[in-house]
């Protein structure tokens, strides 16, 4: 890889905190997520990075950045990652456009930035916990109908 590819990794890695508290901040008008006619659903992390990489190479970054931010941006989707506002602020406009024209993808990606998602480390995550949720679900109207 190319020192600057390197460099900016290392700059991204530097900035990477836990999950401690949300950014509240809303930098675009919410008019962007009003978007309808389009579910927001789960996509798989690889999913998500490459679509913020396709964004990225769209508004004509250079490649090394476009893979920093996608990066990033599957760190922020798949485990909740913190980054410094400057990266926050460079991958919702790369997100921006695709969002307001209703790409599920990019309105995840911007609920994710915004703090408005739960986390899912994977597909089989979601998966098990919904199975959870209807076994409680089952439960509790199986209590109700016994007593």
């Known amino acids: ?6 460099h900016m990794l290392l700059i ?3 900035g990477l905190l ?3 508290s949300v950014p509240s901040a809303t930098r675009h008008d919410p ?15 690889p999913e998500m990075e ?8 769209a508004t004509g970054m250079d490649e090394d950045e476009a893979h920093m931010l996608a990066a ?3 760190n922020i989707y798949g485990i909740g990652c913190v980054y410094p506002e400057p990266i926050l602020k460079r991958i919702e406009s790369v997100c921006t456009p695709a969002a307001a ?3 599920s993808w990019a309105l995840l990606m911007i609920q994710c930035l915004r703090g408005k998602l739960p986390r899912l480390r994977s597909e089989p995550t ?3 916990r919904m199975a959870a949720a209807r076994r409680r679900s089952e439960a509790a109207r199986r209590e109700r109908g016994g007593s």
Do not use: H, Q
């Open 12 to 14: 991204a890695a530097l």
């Open 126 to 128: 979601a998966s098990a």
């Open 72 to 74: 990033c941006s599957r």
């Open 1 to 6: 890889k190319s020192k600057r590819t390197l």
């Open 50 to 57: 490459s679509e913020v990489f396709g964004a990225a190479l």
């Open 101 to 103: 024209a209703g790409d």
């Open 18 to 20: 836990p999950v401690l």
């Open 31 to 45: 008019p962007v997520m009003a978007a309808k006619g389009r579910a927001v659903r789960y996509i798989a992390e």
